[in-house]
């Protein structure tokens, strides 16, 4: 019986990693958008300053969009892992 509740314990703590990695997921592909859509000159100073030759930041945006998928996909990876492990007993 102390396996059942141990597995409850377990998924339990793992939701709240799932939904902090999914947010920040979600804000990388956004953050991809914004160097996507804003010209390097137009953003804030926050995210940083550049000059590159088109006017926008190609390796940024690329890395943003990669990291926001990589979070988004460890998200529902540590999501899954609770639940499987529950329907496995």
Do not use: C, E
């Not at 409850?8 to 958008?33: D, E, K, N």
């Amino acid at each position: 019986m102390s396996s059942v509740s141990d597995a409850g314990v377990q998924s339990g703590s793992r939701r709240p990693i799932a939904i902090v990695l999914a947010i920040i997921g979600a804000l990388f592909i956004i953050l991809g958008i914004v160097y996507l859509a804003v010209p390097a000159g137009s953003l804030p100073s926050i995210l940083g300053h550049t000059h590159p030759v088109n006017g926008h930041h190609q390796v940024r945006m690329a890395v943003s969009f990669v990291l926001g998928v990589i979070l988004l996909a460890a998200a529902w990876f540590v999501n899954r892992g609770g639940k499987s492990a529950q329907s496995s007993r």
